[in-house]
């Protein structure tokens, strides 16, 4: 059984830093891309940031256009950790943040989602 279990969240003012963790156990095949989302109230779910199957360590990935240059996604395969750096965050960076892994097929897995919440 595959699970995702996010870490790193809180609370922080405006222009702080937080950094989420992501551990996936369980296993993963096939796995198209690996990422985090995220949801505020009354919003719908968005993507944030992933890295993709073909991708390498030097990879950058794909980023939303409301975090370019503030986030970064990296992840350690021999740990099973996806990670987010989110460096001078915004009020409008407040949501609920997930971690996921598409597979071909498709096949999603989510994680619980943590809660990030980002004081002016």
């Known amino acids: 059984q595959v699970q995702l279990v996010e870490s790193g969240g809180g609370l922080v003012r405006a222009g702080g830093s937080l950094r989420l963790s992501c551990v996936y156990s369980?296993?993963?095949?096939?796995?198209?891309?690996q990422g985090w989302y995220r949801q505020a109230p009354g919003q719908e779910r968005e993507l944030v940031a992933r890295?993709?199957?073909?991708?390498?360590?030097?990879?950058?990935?794909d980023y939303a256009d409301s975090v370019k240059g503030r986030f970064t996604i990296s992840r350690d395969r021999a740990k099973s950790t996806l990670y987010l750096q989110m460096n001078s965050l915004k009020p409008e960076d407040t949501a609920v943040y997930y971690c996921?892994?598409?597979?071909?097929?498709?096949?999603?897995?989510w994680g619980q989602g943590i809660q990030v919440t980002v004081s002016s």
């Open positions: 369980g296993r993963l095949f096939n796995v198209r891309s």
């Open positions: 996921s892994a598409i597979a071909y097929g498709p096949t999603e897995y």
């Open positions: 890295l993709n199957s073909g991708d390498s360590s030097g990879d950058k990935g």
